[in-house]
């Protein structure tokens, strides 16, 4: 928010204080100040060594050089088309000087001016910025020839002086304006850029910077006078308001001006708003957007005689609901919009109005009819009057004015507002929530300026419909929670004071301190957590800087670990050493997005998405990883996993969340290099070796593959299920052909791991300790010829089995297949380790080897191969 000092003033005395010291203060109270732009007064300056505490910008503007004067008469350039010759007065002699400005070209030979134009005007000398350069380019203004007149100062532009970019025309200051006086003490500024964050929102404006200030400072704030003139019949009478819903809507108010002059507004306001960064656009629109960041109070302004042309005979109903799917509406920028039931419109019985709190809508706007747009539109006009009577066209400027205050729901707003790409004042502040106390407070100020910049009647009274008034939160504070919380000693008294200023109301009762939130707070809890946010207010108004540094007075709590945490963080570091890298996905997705792997009948679907592609919550991780390895489905090598949650439904409860193991990898096995020319892509056994490695390092011993059931994830054939201690944890394979084809990727095979974490934390792991014999062991080889549909896992448990402890080692190394050796036949190779608590010889191998081939024999009926 950009903040002119000369505004701030407006509420508070601010004498003695320095702009730096403003800015100090105020970001010590957590309004951080970003930086300061001069316009005119004096910039601070630093000695030798000293701390430049804040960024600042701009120009002091020459008290003897630059200063206020008037244009007494415009007359043409002897030599130049397109220039004038000014007689001008500057409080001490007449001068002649050379412009070009286009705004007041129109006057050239009108002879001496019936009222003078006030305007800034720089000397001879005057150091000021280019306004014909990119950017901020300083010059100096020294004496030439132009044309062959003599040319030694100027009358300034905005840009010249800094207060804006504007350098199209002159500016043509109030009637009010002394003619002599220095141009920095008329309107010489600086402009605080402070940075409002969201648990500052309420101070989005002029005066909530102004009682963070009084309250820091212990100076008086200056309440705004609301008192109002109003005569003729009250609006009331021709204007009703429904509120279909007031969640969304909890309060709206509107008020009447009739008879206003559409114009510019006075310079002083204009040249407010620029510095605060709000284009001028007429006395009208400018009162909506001065009152709005003077108080923090959107406001809209309706033509009210379009519509009472649209509500006929009728009474203007003023309607706000939720818009029809696919209603359109034209808003303020010519953009029409297609609307969602998400979206709340103003409307009346003829239709949409407006995009609440976000943007008004076109045709019901505050229209100002120059003699160039009634010129289009073929309207006849008299130089320096405007037509009387209504012209249905919009030929004719709004002479009555409808002005809205309103509350809405600031999630409701935020939504809205992102939907439809339309960042504004008044989103930014309704989407960060603005209390419906300020609605009735809003359109007073509104009227009254409207009433004084554009001559207008305020009607009285207000239509003012309020039907969820929210509960002013009510919090009880000690001086022990003050002590024990931020470590100061203060009495009740000096809690109440400080709060006090913050317009907090504080009753002493019991040896505590009742305390309730204003009304234009809405950040204020209560419990514990609204003695939290009442003891920040505290420790912003006492001054964080002041707070003494403290050793922690309460005892610390006892030292607990987090043993699911640790378990799943050993978990992480062995995947990153295997080769894998994590990745973290969004929790929130579609159905069809995960479809394409899996289905599900039933998900967790979120209230308020923010988009359509993450509308539930996930079930599949696996779903989610695949969708990053699809991302990057062009490098040359992925090995990705994610430890993660899914989401299952429970009806009338919340979702369970068990934890998963996702691991996807593709592409080539070894990285392309001078010495590499065709590498292996990723398979089963790369991912089977990898979750052997896991395991083993989670102290996992009896863990066995077996088929895994056919399934639309899995290749059939290229996947199995994995058993640690007797049950099933988690299936690998390749990903399934038909899955595959629905993702973007290349031809390498998609191997893909899922583990239920929930079960393999739960078993328990082997810690036991072996000793290294001091028996050498022995190696041998069988080969045996068996059923093609026996399992290779049945076999190597019969080895064991029959081996019993002597057999320390079964690695299955060939598998065979041939004709040679019978149809549906295969050779399984193993290589077995024999050991014992001696040495073995050849003997007790061929014994224990006669002894498995016999058991083999008998169970499968396996023969060995010779």
Not at 128 to 150: C, F, N, P
Request: include cysteine.
């Amino acid at each position: 928010m950009k903040l002119p000092i000369s505004w701030l003033k407006d509420f508070i005395d601010l004498n003695g204080l320095s702009i730096e010291d403003i800015a100090r203060k105020l970001t010590l109270a957590g309004l951080e100040v970003d930086e300061i732009l001069y316009a005119g007064l004096p910039m601070p300056t630093y000695g030798t060594g000293e701390k430049h505490e804040f960024k600042t910008n701009g120009i002091a503007w020459d008290r003897e050089k630059i200063v206020v004067a008037e244009i007494r008469e415009v007359k043409a350039h002897p030599n130049a088309d397109k220039l004038t010759l000014l007689n001008l007065f500057d409080g001490q002699q007449e001068q002649v000087v050379l412009t070009g400005a286009p705004n007041i070209f129109h006057l050239k030979g009108a002879g001496k001016l019936e009222k003078p134009i006030k305007v800034a005007y720089a000397k001879e000398g005057s150091t000021l910025y280019d306004g014909h350069a990119d950017g901020q380019v300083l010059i100096t203004l020294k004496r030439a020839k132009i044309r062959g007149v003599d040319s030694y100062s100027m009358v300034c532009s905005e840009k010249e002086l800094g207060i804006t970019d504007e350098s199209d025309g002159i500016i043509i200051l109030d009637d009010d304006a002394p003619v002599g006086m220095p141009l920095a003490d008329y309107i010489g500024d600086a402009v605080l850029d402070i940075s409002i964050l969201p648990n500052m929102a309420r101070n989005a404006n002029v005066i909530g910077i102004a009682r963070e200030l009084a309250a820091l400072t212990g100076r008086e704030l200056k309440q705004p006078n609301l008192e109002i003139k109003t005569s003729g019949d009250s609006v009331e009478n021709s204007v009703t308001i429904e509120i279909t819903n007031s969640e969304l809507n909890p309060r709206f108010v509107a008020g009447l001006i009739r008879n206003v002059e559409i114009k510019p507004s006075p310079y002083q306001i204009q040249r407010r708003l620029k510095l605060a960064g709000v284009r001028a656009i007429n006395n009208i629109v400018d009162a909506t957007n001065y009152a709005m960041i003077e108080l923090g109070e959107p406001l809209h302004a309706f033509d009210y005689d379009i519509l009472k042309e649209r509500a006929g005979e009728k009474k203007i109903k003023i309607i706000t609901r939720a818009a029809s799917e696919g209603e359109e509406l034209v808003t303020l920028d010519g953009t029409k919009r297609k609307l969602t039931a998400i979206n709340v419109l103003v409307c009346d019985e003829k239709g949409s109005l407006s995009l609440a709190g976000v943007m008004g809508g076109s045709e019901s706007e505050v229209y100002d009819a120059s003699k160039e747009v009634l010129d289009a539109i073929g309207v006849e006009t008299k130089p320096g009057e405007m037509p009387q009577g209504k012209i249905t066209s919009r030929g004719k400027s709004t002479v009555n004015v409808l002005l809205e205050g309103a509350a809405w729901n600031f999630i409701n707003i935020r939504r809205t507002a992102k939907q439809h790409n339309l960042p504004s004042e008044a989103s930014f502040r309704f989407s960060r929530g603005v209390h419906p106390a300020l609605a009735e407070t809003g359109v007073k100020r509104g009227l009254q300026y409207m009433a004084a910049w554009a001559n207008g009647q305020i009607a009285p009274g207000l239509v003012d419909t309020y039907p969820l008034k929210p509960k002013d939160s009510v919090v009880d504070v000690t001086s022990q929670d003050v002590k024990r919380l931020l470590g100061i000693d203060l009495s009740l008294e000096e809690i109440s004071a400080l709060l006090t200023r913050l317009e907090f109301k504080c009753e002493i009762t019991d040896n505590k301190l009742q305390v309730t939130a204003p009304n234009h707070r809405m950040d204020i809890d209560e419990g514990v957590v609204g003695l939290a946010d009442v003891l920040e207010e505290v420790a912003r108004s006492y001054g964080f800087d002041k707070i003494p540094t403290t050793t922690m007075a309460d005892a610390l709590p006892p030292q607990v670990g987090n043993p699911v945490h640790e378990w799943e963080e050993h978990l992480r570091d062995l995947l990153v050493a295997i080769g894998l890298q994590e990745v973290v996905t969004y929790r929130m997705t579609s159905p069809e997005r995960e479809s394409r792997v899996v289905t599900h009948a039933e998900y967790v679907r979120i209230a308020n998405p923010i988009a359509p592609e993450r509308s539930v919550l996930r079930q599949s991780l696996l779903a989610s990883v695949l969708e990053v390895v699809e991302k990057n489905a062009k490098a040359e090598s992925v090995a990705m996993f994610e430890v993660g949650s899914i989401f299952e439904p429970v009806k009338n409860d919340l979702p369970n969340e068990p934890r998963r193991l996702a691991i996807v990898m593709t592409g080539a096995r070894i990285a392309s290099a001078w010495d590499v020319k065709d590498s292996p892509k990723f398979d089963f056994y790369d991912m089977k070796g990898r979750i052997e490695l896991l395991l083993a390092g989670l102290r996992f011993t009896d863990i066995v593959y077996a088929e895994a059931a056919s399934t639309y994830t899995l290749h059939p054939g290229k996947s199995a299920e994995i058993k640690v201690n007797g049950q099933v944890v988690g299936v690998f394979g390749e990903l399934h052909p038909l899955a595959k084809e629905k993702y973007a990727f290349g031809d390498a095979p998609v191997i893909v791991a899922e583990f239920d974490l929930e079960k393999l934390r739960g078993l328990n792991p082997s810690y036991g300790i072996k000793p290294v014999s001091e028996f050498p062991p022995m190696y041998e080889d069988i080969a045996i010829i068996l059923d093609e549909s026996v399992a290779a896992s049945a076999v190597e448990a019969l080895i064991r089995q029959t081996g019993g402890k002597t057999v320390t080692d079964v690695r299955l190394f060939d598998v065979y297949r041939d004709e040679k050796i019978g149809a549906g036949k295969k050779s399984l190779a193993y290589s077995l380790t024999y050991q014992a608590e001696k040495t073995l010889t050849d003997a007790d191998a061929a014994a224990i080897r006669n002894k498995i081939v016999k058991r083999l024999e008998n169970t499968v009926g396996a023969k060995l191969r010779s």
